[in-house]
């Protein structure tokens, strides 16, 4: 199950705080399941970037695009999973 932004943050945080100053106040279980859920976030993540390259591949080739560098619009603010599926429900459309 894809988490959102916020509790994916929280769990890179205590493993970070288990890495660092906490880790003499984490056990094994904590850090066993830290690593379990950001294996299983980092795993959904990979496939949502192949599932992107999918769609970004399929518009090249519709639209002819080359494999010339194109111009990138720079965000302020990171897109959020809404922001994501959004832009992917409109490529596929």
Do not use: W
Not at 58 to 86: H, N, W
């Amino acid at each position: 199950v894809e988490l959102d932004p916020i509790d994916l943050m929280c769990i890179e945080d205590v493993a970070e705080f288990c890495l660092g100053d906490g880790a003499d106040e984490c056990n094994a279980d904590d850090m066993i399941a830290a690593e379990n859920q950001l294996e299983d976030q980092s795993h959904i993540l990979h496939h949502k970037v192949e599932d992107i390259d999918g769609i970004l591949s399929r518009l090249g080739a519709k639209f002819e695009v080359k494999d010339e560098p194109s111009p990138r619009v720079s965000y302020s603010k990171q897109l959020t999973s809404i922001d994501l599926m959004c832009i992917e429900n409109v490529a596929e459309f």
